[in-house]
């Protein structure tokens, strides 16, 4: 069944941070804000290439931050809140059989249906709830991404975090953001190294469909 995107969506955005102004020096790659992502367009929703997460999960964030900075690491961020009008733009998307255009940076190995069942792609994400985030490190001392194996959104078996075609070190580093990330209070999925969710997320049930905008948060 489709998911009602009328029916779950809330514009309430009380309990939301611009995740930049809560933790400073984190950096920011908001990949839908772009038209570098699998499908090949801003997608709907993000109105500012910025990150926002609810205060619960912005606050259990910082602690990891603080901790990857004592090791030389900064925590880059991918994507945070998705608007509930931006996962139906994934949907739509992925009904289109025409438009391939970015399957060979991000699913050379799968078909568009395959994104969806298999998981990599949610019909109802729990980044709309506000308290996930995507994510990777960027070591200080060369000021280049750590070699997780495989890049951000590339929907393959080697991204599964415990996937173990990759090299050691690369295996090492998705263990060392994974295990900060779990001390702190976040749950990874099995599929994706860079997507952690809230444990104790404040709105388990809530979708919400206010846009990606620092200025909407500020009215």
């Known amino acids: 069944m489709e998911p009602d995107y009328k029916s779950m969506a809330t514009w309430d955005c009380s309990d939301f941070v611009v995740l930049a102004d809560f933790i400073p020096g984190i950096i920011q790659e908001i990949r839908y804000h772009s038209t570098y992502n699998f499908i090949g367009d ?30 030389g690491y900064r925590l880059k961020i ?18 289109d059989d025409l438009d391939l255009r970015m399957k060979p940076f991000f699913y050379p190995d799968l078909d568009k ?12 994400s729990s980044h709309s709830r506000g308290s ?6 960027l070591d200080m001392s060369t ?7 495989s890049p951000f959104d590339y929907f393959s078996e080697l991204s ?3 996937n173990r075609d990759v090299s050691q070190e690369q295996y090492d ?5 994974q295990q900060a990330m779990v001390r702190n209070g976040f749950v990874p999925f099995d599929c994706e ?4 969710t809230l444990a104790n997320e404040p709105h388990p049930d809530t979708y919400f469909e206010f846009p990606v905008s620092s200025e909407y948060l500020r009215r």
Request: aromatic fraction near 12%; glycine fraction near 6%.
């Open 173 to 177: 580093n998705r263990m060392l953001l």
């Open 143 to 149: 000021g280049r991404e750590v070699d997780m194996g």
């Open 113 to 124: 249906t395959d994104l969806f069942t298999l998981g990599y792609i949610a019909k109802q």
């Open 160 to 162: 599964h975090p415990d």
């Open 78 to 95: 991918f994507d945070a809140y998705r608007p509930a009008c931006a996962v139906k733009h994934f949907v739509l998307w992925g009904i």
């Open 132 to 137: 996930t985030v995507d994510l990777t490190l």
């Open 42 to 71: 801003r997608i709907d929703g993000y109105e500012e290439p910025i990150a926002l997460l609810t205060k619960e999960a912005a606050r259990a964030l910082k602690s990891v931050a603080n901790e990857m900075n004592a090791l």
């Open 193 to 196: 190294w860079w997507h952690f």
